[in-house]
Protein backbone atom coordinates (compact mmCIF):
# COMPACT_ATOMS: atom_id res chain seq x y z
CA UNK A 1 0.00 0.00 0.00
CA UNK A 2 1.47 3.29 -0.86
CA UNK A 3 1.34 6.47 1.12
CA UNK A 4 -1.32 8.46 -1.31
CA UNK A 5 -3.82 5.55 -1.14
CA UNK A 6 -3.52 5.40 2.70
CA UNK A 7 -4.49 9.35 2.72
CA UNK A 8 -7.36 8.79 0.63
CA UNK A 9 -8.86 5.92 3.02
CA UNK A 10 -8.12 8.96 5.64
CA UNK A 11 -9.59 11.73 3.19
CA UNK A 12 -12.54 9.33 2.82
CA UNK A 13 -13.31 8.92 6.26
CA UNK A 14 -13.04 12.40 7.40
CA UNK A 15 -15.21 13.11 4.90
CA UNK A 16 -17.77 11.00 6.58
CA UNK A 17 -16.91 12.21 9.78
CA UNK A 18 -18.10 15.30 8.36
CA UNK A 19 -20.91 14.86 6.31
CA UNK A 20 -22.48 11.52 7.14
CA UNK A 21 -24.76 11.91 10.09
CA UNK A 22 -24.38 8.29 11.75
CA UNK A 23 -20.56 8.83 11.32
CA UNK A 24 -20.70 11.81 12.90
CA UNK A 25 -22.60 11.04 15.76
CA UNK A 26 -19.75 8.01 16.59
CA UNK A 27 -17.34 7.86 19.55
CA UNK A 28 -14.53 5.26 20.23
CA UNK A 29 -16.63 3.60 22.41
CA UNK A 30 -19.84 3.71 20.36
CA UNK A 31 -17.75 1.78 18.07
CA UNK A 32 -16.12 -0.07 19.92
CA UNK A 33 -17.83 -3.68 19.75
CA UNK A 34 -18.11 -3.61 16.09
CA UNK A 35 -14.04 -3.48 16.15
CA UNK A 36 -13.91 -6.26 18.05
CA UNK A 37 -15.81 -7.87 15.92
CA UNK A 38 -14.27 -7.09 12.57
CA UNK A 39 -11.13 -8.66 14.67
CA UNK A 40 -12.93 -12.12 15.02
CA UNK A 41 -13.91 -12.19 10.93
CA UNK A 42 -10.67 -11.74 10.62
CA UNK A 43 -9.34 -14.45 12.51
CA UNK A 44 -12.48 -16.47 10.89
CA UNK A 45 -11.30 -15.61 7.47
CA UNK A 46 -7.58 -17.01 8.71
CA UNK A 47 -9.03 -20.05 10.05
CA UNK A 48 -10.98 -21.09 6.67
CA UNK A 49 -8.05 -20.05 4.45
CA UNK A 50 -10.38 -17.78 3.03
CA UNK A 51 -7.67 -15.11 1.12
CA UNK A 52 -10.02 -13.21 -0.23
CA UNK A 53 -11.89 -12.70 2.73
CA UNK A 54 -9.25 -11.71 4.90
CA UNK A 55 -8.13 -8.89 2.06
CA UNK A 56 -11.76 -7.69 2.85
CA UNK A 57 -11.98 -8.23 6.36
CA UNK A 58 -8.19 -6.53 6.84
CA UNK A 59 -9.88 -3.73 4.89
CA UNK A 60 -12.59 -3.30 7.79
CA UNK A 61 -10.23 -3.48 10.27
CA UNK A 62 -7.92 -0.60 8.61
CA UNK A 63 -11.02 1.41 8.45
CA UNK A 64 -11.68 0.84 12.46
CA UNK A 65 -8.32 2.07 13.18
CA UNK A 66 -8.34 5.32 10.87
CA UNK A 67 -12.09 6.07 12.34
CA UNK A 68 -10.78 5.17 15.90
CA UNK A 69 -8.28 8.11 15.43
CA UNK A 70 -9.93 10.31 12.88
CA UNK A 71 -11.99 10.44 16.14
CA UNK A 72 -9.86 11.17 18.84
CA UNK A 73 -7.89 13.82 16.28
CA UNK A 74 -11.31 15.31 16.39
CA UNK A 75 -11.74 15.16 20.10
CA UNK A 76 -8.49 16.49 20.59
CA UNK A 77 -6.93 13.60 21.64
CA UNK A 78 -4.35 12.49 19.53
CA UNK A 79 -3.58 12.85 15.71
CA UNK A 80 -3.43 9.86 13.46
CA UNK A 81 0.42 10.71 12.83
CA UNK A 82 0.84 9.49 16.55
CA UNK A 83 -0.32 6.66 16.38
CA UNK A 84 1.71 5.74 13.18
CA UNK A 85 4.90 7.42 14.77
CA UNK A 86 4.17 5.68 18.18
CA UNK A 87 4.22 2.22 16.74
CA UNK A 88 7.48 2.78 14.35
CA UNK A 89 9.28 3.86 17.41
CA UNK A 90 8.28 0.91 19.57
CA UNK A 91 9.17 -1.40 16.79
CA UNK A 92 12.88 0.22 16.37
CA UNK A 93 12.92 0.30 20.28
CA UNK A 94 12.03 -3.29 21.15
CA UNK A 95 13.96 -4.60 17.80
CA UNK A 96 17.47 -3.73 18.73
CA UNK A 97 18.99 -6.85 16.96
CA UNK A 98 17.64 -5.63 14.05
CA UNK A 99 17.93 -1.20 13.96
CA UNK A 100 20.62 -1.48 16.65
CA UNK A 101 24.02 -3.71 17.79
CA UNK A 102 22.19 -6.16 19.92
CA UNK A 103 23.63 -10.09 18.37
CA UNK A 104 20.74 -12.71 20.01
CA UNK A 105 20.72 -16.66 19.21
CA UNK A 106 17.08 -17.08 18.36
CA UNK A 107 13.87 -16.02 18.58
CA UNK A 108 13.09 -17.26 22.07
CA UNK A 109 15.82 -14.71 22.69
CA UNK A 110 14.21 -11.88 20.82
CA UNK A 111 11.12 -12.82 22.99
CA UNK A 112 13.21 -12.61 26.44
CA UNK A 113 14.83 -8.88 25.09
CA UNK A 114 11.32 -7.72 24.35
CA UNK A 115 9.94 -8.43 28.36
CA UNK A 116 13.53 -6.75 29.25
CA UNK A 117 12.59 -3.59 26.82
CA UNK A 118 8.83 -3.69 28.10
CA UNK A 119 10.30 -3.59 31.63
CA UNK A 120 12.82 -0.60 31.20
CA UNK A 121 9.97 1.35 29.58
CA UNK A 122 8.26 1.68 33.01
CA UNK A 123 6.09 -1.31 33.22
CA UNK A 124 6.27 -2.81 37.39
CA UNK A 125 5.07 -6.34 35.84
CA UNK A 126 5.67 -8.62 33.15
CA UNK A 127 2.06 -9.52 33.17
CA UNK A 128 0.91 -5.99 31.95
CA UNK A 129 -0.25 -5.52 28.79
CA UNK A 130 -2.50 -9.06 28.92
CA UNK A 131 -6.02 -7.30 27.83
CA UNK A 132 -8.59 -8.82 30.64
CA UNK A 133 -11.18 -9.02 28.04
CA UNK A 134 -9.17 -11.26 25.81
CA UNK A 135 -11.10 -14.91 26.09
CA UNK A 136 -10.31 -17.02 28.86
CA UNK A 137 -8.07 -20.07 27.61
CA UNK A 138 -5.81 -17.09 25.19
CA UNK A 139 -5.29 -14.81 28.29
CA UNK A 140 -4.04 -17.95 30.21
CA UNK A 141 -1.59 -18.83 27.93
CA UNK A 142 -0.52 -15.66 27.40
CA UNK A 143 0.17 -15.17 30.90
CA UNK A 144 2.32 -17.99 31.19
CA UNK A 145 4.38 -16.99 28.19
CA UNK A 146 5.24 -13.77 29.63
CA UNK A 147 6.34 -15.87 32.82
CA UNK A 148 8.41 -18.51 31.06
CA UNK A 149 10.16 -15.64 29.01
CA UNK A 150 11.68 -14.44 32.67
CA UNK A 151 12.42 -17.95 33.61
CA UNK A 152 9.35 -19.13 35.72
CA UNK A 153 8.50 -21.97 34.04
CA UNK A 154 8.54 -25.70 34.28
CA UNK A 155 11.85 -27.60 33.60
CA UNK A 156 10.28 -30.59 32.61
CA UNK A 157 7.25 -30.97 29.83
CA UNK A 158 6.75 -34.77 32.12
CA UNK A 159 5.88 -32.45 35.29
CA UNK A 160 3.62 -30.25 33.39
CA UNK A 161 1.66 -33.44 33.04
CA UNK A 162 1.70 -34.81 36.54
CA UNK A 163 0.56 -31.44 37.20
CA UNK A 164 -2.47 -31.75 34.82
CA UNK A 165 -3.07 -35.07 36.86
CA UNK A 166 -3.25 -33.60 40.50
CA UNK A 167 -5.76 -30.60 39.32
CA UNK A 168 -7.46 -33.19 38.21
CA UNK A 169 -7.93 -35.29 41.22
CA UNK A 170 -8.08 -32.39 42.94
CA UNK A 171 -11.27 -31.77 41.30
CA UNK A 172 -12.54 -34.96 41.47
CA UNK A 173 -12.53 -34.84 44.90
CA UNK A 174 -14.40 -31.91 46.00
CA UNK A 175 -16.86 -32.80 43.04
CA UNK A 176 -17.37 -36.20 45.58
CA UNK A 177 -17.46 -34.41 48.68
CA UNK A 178 -19.79 -31.89 47.28
CA UNK A 179 -22.36 -34.99 46.14
CA UNK A 180 -22.26 -36.33 49.63
CA UNK A 181 -22.96 -32.86 51.41
CA UNK A 182 -25.70 -30.93 49.79
CA UNK A 183 -25.94 -28.70 53.18
CA UNK A 184 -22.44 -26.52 52.27
CA UNK A 185 -23.02 -26.66 48.56
CA UNK A 186 -22.80 -22.87 48.01
CA UNK A 187 -19.33 -23.15 49.36
CA UNK A 188 -18.45 -26.47 47.73
CA UNK A 189 -19.50 -25.13 44.30
CA UNK A 190 -17.35 -22.09 44.16
CA UNK A 191 -14.13 -24.44 45.39
CA UNK A 192 -15.33 -26.89 42.41
CA UNK A 193 -15.14 -24.08 40.24
CA UNK A 194 -11.69 -23.41 41.42
CA UNK A 195 -10.34 -26.49 40.87
CA UNK A 196 -12.29 -26.63 37.29
CA UNK A 197 -10.22 -22.96 36.58
CA UNK A 198 -6.90 -24.86 38.20
CA UNK A 199 -7.64 -27.56 35.62
CA UNK A 200 -8.04 -25.25 32.88
CA UNK A 201 -4.95 -23.50 33.71
CA UNK A 202 -2.50 -26.80 33.48
CA UNK A 203 -3.93 -27.72 30.66
CA UNK A 204 -3.35 -24.66 28.87
CA UNK A 205 0.79 -24.50 30.51
CA UNK A 206 0.82 -28.11 28.95
CA UNK A 207 -0.70 -27.32 25.52
CA UNK A 208 2.71 -24.08 25.92
CA UNK A 209 4.60 -27.04 26.13
CA UNK A 210 3.41 -28.96 23.12
CA UNK A 211 3.33 -25.75 21.04
CA UNK A 212 -0.09 -25.75 20.35
CA UNK A 213 -2.11 -22.65 21.34
CA UNK A 214 -5.62 -23.68 23.40
CA UNK A 215 -7.65 -21.33 21.83
CA UNK A 216 -6.85 -22.28 18.50
CA UNK A 217 -7.13 -25.98 19.63
CA UNK A 218 -10.45 -25.07 21.22
CA UNK A 219 -11.68 -22.93 18.18
CA UNK A 220 -11.12 -25.81 15.70
CA UNK A 221 -12.46 -28.54 18.13
CA UNK A 222 -15.88 -26.32 18.29
CA UNK A 223 -15.74 -25.90 14.48
CA UNK A 224 -15.50 -29.82 14.23
CA UNK A 225 -18.30 -30.20 16.66
CA UNK A 226 -20.68 -27.94 15.18
CA UNK A 227 -20.11 -29.41 11.50
CA UNK A 228 -20.58 -32.99 13.03
CA UNK A 229 -23.90 -32.22 14.77
CA UNK A 230 -25.05 -30.48 12.00
CA UNK A 231 -24.48 -33.77 9.78
CA UNK A 232 -26.50 -35.62 12.45
CA UNK A 233 -29.67 -32.93 12.34
CA UNK A 234 -28.96 -33.78 8.24
CA UNK A 235 -29.31 -37.41 8.58
CA UNK A 236 -32.42 -37.06 11.10
CA UNK A 237 -33.83 -34.28 8.58
CA UNK A 238 -33.93 -36.93 5.97
CA UNK A 239 -36.46 -39.27 8.16
CA UNK A 240 -38.62 -36.38 8.60
CA UNK A 241 -36.97 -35.84 12.93
CA UNK A 242 -35.82 -33.34 14.49
CA UNK A 243 -33.02 -33.82 17.19
CA UNK A 244 -35.68 -33.45 20.24
CA UNK A 245 -37.73 -36.56 18.65
CA UNK A 246 -34.83 -38.74 18.49
CA UNK A 247 -32.98 -41.15 20.78
CA UNK A 248 -29.33 -41.02 21.87
CA UNK A 249 -28.86 -43.76 20.28
CA UNK A 250 -30.36 -42.82 16.94
CA UNK A 251 -28.16 -40.04 16.89
CA UNK A 252 -24.95 -41.60 18.45
CA UNK A 253 -24.62 -43.74 15.11
CA UNK A 254 -24.96 -40.33 13.10
CA UNK A 255 -22.51 -39.01 14.98
CA UNK A 256 -20.09 -42.10 14.61
CA UNK A 257 -20.89 -41.29 10.39
CA UNK A 258 -19.91 -38.17 11.25
CA UNK A 259 -16.42 -39.09 12.07
CA UNK A 260 -15.10 -40.25 9.41
CA UNK A 261 -16.21 -37.34 7.31
CA UNK A 262 -15.04 -34.19 9.35
CA UNK A 263 -11.67 -34.98 11.48
Known amino acids: MNSTKFNELVDIVKR ?103 LQEGRESVLEGVPENLPALQRAHRLQEKAAKVGFDWEKKEDVWKKVIEEIEEMHEIEK ?44 TNRKFIERFKYVEEKLKEKGKLPHESTLREMDKYWNESKTRFK
Not at 47 to 65: A, R
Not at 204 to 213: E, K, P, T
Request: charged share 35%.
Open 16 to 118: LRKDCPWDREQTNDSIKHATLEEVHEVIEAIDNKDYNELKKELGDLLLHVVFHSVIAEGDGKFKLNEVIDSISEKLIRRHPHVFGDTVVKDADHVKKNWETIK
Open 177 to 220: VKNQMSNVESELDEKLESEIGDVFFALVNYSRFLGINPENALRR
